[in-house]
């Protein structure tokens, strides 16, 4: 990604613009007069500060008399001091960013900050460009492909680069990407285990997790699951709650929220929203989209940055919006939500008709920075750097992407993540059972379908059906096998993307956890379903190579799932590729036509099928050797038939080790394609 200077980055003299009744009625005004809203930092107690938000609250327009008393009367003060203790304050500024993508202009020059301090909205239709300045300024959009990307960002008055500051920062998605059978409290833990440095001790892990529980108000339900559509848990306010203390772990300097309160009730987003209020006054920046907010929520925003067809409508203050409209001609309504009157312009106004409010215009690049601890004015390095400054990321920069750099170690990561799996499976008990349920019901209806079948000495013995309920052992493996993969991972590839782009944990651990535990259970499944078919069925090999011949196609066909899983964006999607995958398989298995009977220019393809080398090891096992030889002579079985029997489906009984080998090459070929697919989409998850 390239963020370009289109010009020089002067310091200019900051003239104090008439921004109507906000620095009269106490809210912070945008000069070095008065400082900025929440953005130059002055030494003011802290009981001075919740008089200022207050009163900025209490000024605020278009609020019903009793929705104001009610919410006036909820005791609820998150408090982050530690978070503030951590943390230095800090401004963020973007000036001139430009985003151009497949040809189409998205964000047209937007210039704008967010003080330390501040809590800052963009609000917006669909396709305003909110989403995408936020996801510009937090580094997670490159120019690279189809996609320009140009502009200045600063953060404390010194120019960075935001793929590369993308480390200081957190960002909290719209969907709560949580593991569902993870408590609140394993959450952040899992969270704080990885993502803080090795010095850090665990007495002091455990303090930072308690401390953000009290102050998020999450700590009544820390032992409660997180829970899904299909597991009960948390309720949406709580789960975005975790999914915010999941980020502060760290002490980001700054915040970034995709609608927090999507999907909330009216309360819920105003107790969302105070958490955000209360952690901008740690001195954290906090900018998040927000959609159709209600007044009261609304109000609790220090500032708006509303965009319209890529262009800023408005930018400042919440409290001056009603008299800074008014004075461009478009007087809000009485008893009108600010932020429904400023969308309703967006959306009915033609783009050449629409406001152009900017109270930083012309400052936004220009206003001085304050820091606890120094003086008004920027440093002079600091404004040196400032000159003209330029922040340049060429195309496919080795730095693009960093999602392998993680602050624990390898050992740690796989620790935690095979543990985390693990918790998974024992605590979903329904699928857990479902597993387990299906498939003795299955291969005990099976068992009793092919009753006996492959008893040699059975007069009324019949090849082709000892071969049918082999064949059927080994088919229903692989199903069994891909069908929980393939419902499971699209739900959770969200939760790898989020932690893997945060460097939570490197690609190679999550998949050895995965596959550590999938030993566990096909090994599991394999032995009962040989338990239950092998005497039913009365199958002639070694029992235990069986179960090792089952549990080997298991992890092959997970394998094939696992890859179809991580392309597919959905569950539904996973389903439509998978025929692709496992369907061929079946028609190179003799079961409906000979394998000689396939056409040559189409035999080729079952060397590709793993169920093929699956099921001839398999009847390596049951004809191979002298196990046809029956003790009862009246039986048609016969060492001879089973011989050719076996070359007629063109299995070679020397060639146990190459079938065993093509079964771990292609294990690894669709393991190591999962790999990489993921980390593909998470590069474009992130840029």
């Known amino acids: ?205 455990k303090q930072i997790v308690d401390e953000l529980m009290v102050s998020l108000g999450i700590d009544h339900v820390a032992n409660t699951m997180c829970g899904s559509e299909m597991v009960r848990g948390l309720s949406g306010g709580e789960k975005k709650r975790v999914s915010i203390g999941i980020e502060l772990v760290t002490s980001p300097s700054i915040l970034f929220l995709d609608e927090p309160t999507s999907g909330l009730d009216s309360y819920s987003s105003w107790k969302v929203v105070s958490i955000l209020k209360a952690l901008s006054r740690s001195g954290c920046a906090v900018l998040c989209t927000i959609h159709q907010p209600s007044s009261e929520t609304f109000s609790i925003f220090d500032k708006v940055m509303a965009l319209a067809h890529g262009n800023i409508i408005y930018n400042g203050q919440v409290a001056t919006i009603p008299e800074n409209f008014s004075n461009h001609g478009f007087p809000l309504p009485p008893n ?64 693009l992407f960093d999602g392998e750099r993680t602050a624990s170690s390898v050992w740690t990561q796989l620790s935690e993540l095979t543990k985390r799996e693990l918790r998974n499976i024992v605590r979903d008990k329904g699928a ?112 235990f190579a069986l179960v090792g011949e089952l549990f080997m196609l298991s992890l092959v066909s997970a394998s094939y799932a696992f890859f179809a899983g991580s392309l597919a964006p959905d569950v539904k999607s996973a389903q439509e590729i998978a025929p692709l995958v496992f ?25 590709l099928c793993s169920l093929t080398y699956g099921l001839n090891l398999g009847m390596i096992t049951e004809f191979g050797g002298n196990r046809c030889e029956p003790s009862n002579p009246n039986s048609p079985s016969s060492v001879i038939a089973c011989q050719m029997f076996l070359e007629e489906m063109n299995v070679e009984t020397d060639m146990v080790g190459f079938y065993i080998g093509m079964q771990v090459a292609i294990f690894a070929l669709f393991r190591i394609g999962a790999l990489f697919a993921l980390v593909w989409k998470a590069r474009n998850f992130t840029s």
């Open 1 to 205: 990604m390239a963020l370009q200077d289109h010009g020089e980055s002067t310091r200019a003299t900051v003239d104090v613009e008439e921004v109507g009744p906000a620095s009269a009625n106490g809210s912070l005004g945008d000069g070095p007069e008065n400082g900025s809203a929440n953005g130059d930092v002055k030494k003011v107690d802290e009981q001075a500060q919740v008089q200022q938000d207050q009163q900025e609250v209490a000024t605020t327009p278009a609020k019903s008399g009793g929705e104001k008393d009610f919410y006036g009367e909820l005791e609820f003060t998150p408090n982050f001091a530690a978070l503030a203790k951590s943390s230095k304050p800090t401004s963020l500024e973007w000036e001139d960013v430009y985003l151009q993508i497949k040809g189409r202009d998205i964000l047209k020059r937007i210039s704008g900050k967010v003080g330390s301090h501040e809590l800052m909205a963009l609000i917006g239709a669909s396709g305003a460009g909110k989403s995408s300045l936020m996801n510009v300024l937090a580094g997670r959009i490159s120019g690279t492909g189809k996609k320009v990307v140009s502009g200045n960002v600063y953060v404390n008055g010194a120019p960075v680069n935001p793929i590369r500051y993308r480390k200081n920062v957190a960002y909290v998605l719209q969907e709560d990407a949580l593991f569902a059978t993870a408590t609140a409290r394993e959450a952040l833990e899992f969270s704080a285990k990885l993502r803080l440095p090795n010095t850090v001790s665990a007495e002091e892990r």
């Open 336 to 399: 009108t939500n600010p932020a429904d009157f400023i969308l309703l312009l967006a959306q009915t106004k033609k783009e050449n008709d629409l406001p152009r409010i900017n109270e930083e215009a012309g400052k936004a690049s220009n206003v001085e920075i304050m820091v606890e601890g120094s003086n008004n004015n920027e440093t002079d390095d600091a404004l040196a750097k400032r000159q003209g400054s330029s922040i340049q990321v060429p195309a496919g920069h080795g730095e």
């Open 432 to 543: 857990l059972i479902g597993r387990f349920g299906i498939t003795a019901f299955l291969n005990i209806l099976f068992a009793l379908i092919f009753l006996g079948s492959a008893d040699i000495n059975d007069e009324g013995y019949e090849l082709r059906g000892h071969f049918g309920a082999l064949t059927n052992m080994f088919i229903g493996a692989m199903f069994g096998a891909s069908q929980p993969v393939l419902l499971t991972l699209p739900m959770e590839r969200v939760t790898f993307l989020r932690e893997y782009s945060t460097g939570s944990y490197r690609s190679t651990p999550y998949f050895l956890s995965k596959v550590a535990i999938e030993c566990i259970l096909y090994f599991l499944t394999s032995l009962l379903v040989v338990i239950i078919e092998y005497w039913l069925v009365d199958y002639q090999g070694n029992f």
């Open 583 to 607: 369907v061929p398989q079946l028609l190179f298995t003799g079961l409906f036509v000979s394998v000689d009977q396939i056409p040559v220019f189409l035999r080729w393809a079952q060397w």
